[in-house]
């Protein structure tokens, strides 16, 4: 490294350790390699991300860093996981046997080599008979022979290898989309919810923040009517109009079963019922036909409570989930599809 690459980089790590400071974001190597990179300025739409988040949530939460990385950092860098680890030493440890026979059969035929010149340099000295020139240049053709087989063999080896890595690297992304999404619905899930939540409540830069808590009506009457195939294709209907409501720093996540949960930043209890209750709308509005039955649902309804977090009593993750799921009762208990509380 230059000095003025190494000038550089100092430069840029003395911008990224304040900002990691200053919102809060834990001193991680992937996190580093995040700010470092956002500071560099060398991929505009990671900082866009960077910020639109910020501006959002007035922090980096662990799980929008890892996000973060995930999507703009770790296909550009080598992830240290086990599974990975194992599977290139397994497949470096084959490479390895087959270049070492490769190797010895190069010596041994650099060693015919050296024998055959020296034979070819009697040609003049003595004087070779033209079967003993043939016989010597038969002995090249085979060990070299030998040799491009090998050679091949290696070949192919390392274009297997190839393959191998390519598909662990898919393995991988699919690994780590799974330790932070729902499988059936594509939703943030259980887990990331909680993380997301306890970084909402720790962080003293976030501002006022609501939880809504999504329970499908009727949902089991659903399943033993229709099917559970026909239920989870509701499921991830209704994870799609969520989806589409995830702008300006909305999360959505399957919670559990059939509840969903959304955590939505910078909107005091009013701001955030309008929300609710205009995805409520979009939900009982859907549409979704059996093809098996010809059957159609054309009613598919939700109920949802909100609790605006209370920052003046501190309060914990498990009473703000408590205060939500409160309202959803309430909203069940009223007759189902509606948006709790009322006032």
Not at 135 to 164: C, G, I, N, W
């Amino acid at each position: 490294m230059s000095d003025d690459q190494f000038q550089q980089s100092t430069a840029f790590l003395k911008k990224a350790v304040p900002l990691m400071m200053k919102y809060k974001v834990p001193t991680t190597p992937t996190n580093y390699a995040l700010w470092y990179t956002y500071v560099a300025d060398t991929d505009p739409q990671l900082n866009a991300d960077v910020d639109d988040t910020l501006t959002h949530h007035g922090t980096c939460s662990p799980l929008q860093s890892d996000m973060l990385y995930q999507k703009h950092v770790a296909d550009k860098h080598s992830q240290d996981m086990s599974a990975l680890k194992q599977s290139l030493e397994s497949m470096m440890t084959e490479m390895s046997h087959s270049m070492s026979d490769t190797l010895q059969d190069t010596d041994a035929f650099q060693s015919v080599l050296d024998r055959t010149f020296e034979q070819l340099a009697r040609v003049e000295d003595e004087g070779l008979s033209i079967d003993e020139t043939i016989a010597v240049v038969r002995s090249v053709v085979k060990d070299s022979q030998s040799l491009t087989q090998s050679t091949r063999y290696f070949k192919h080896q390392l274009s297997d290898a190839q393959q191998e890595i390519s598909q662990l690297k898919q393995t991988l992304a699919e690994m780590t989309e799974q330790a932070t999404h729902d499988g059936l619905t594509g939703l943030l899930n259980r887990r990331a919810f909680d993380r997301e939540l306890t970084a909402y409540i720790d962080s003293n830069l976030t501002p006022p923040f609501c939880l809504a808590m999504i329970d499908l009506d009727h949902f089991k009457k659903l399943n033993d009517t229709y099917g559970h195939v026909i239920g989870d294709t509701v499921l991830k209907q209704v994870a799609k109009r969520l989806s589409d409501y995830c702008r300006d720093g909305i999360q959505a996540f399957r919670y559990g079963g059939e509840e969903f949960a959304l955590l939505i930043p910078q909107k005091r209890l009013n701001g955030a019922k309008r929300i609710a209750e205009t995805i409520r709308t979009a939900i009982d509005r859907m549409i979704i036909k059996d093809r098996r039955r010809g059957n159609t649902l054309d009613h598919i309804t939700v109920s949802i409570g909100v609790a605006e977090y209370d920052n003046e009593t501190g309060e914990s993750a498990s009473d703000l989930i408590h205060r939500a799921d409160k309202h959803l009762y309430s909203a069940k208990k009223l007759g189902r599809n509606r948006v709790m509380p009322i006032n």
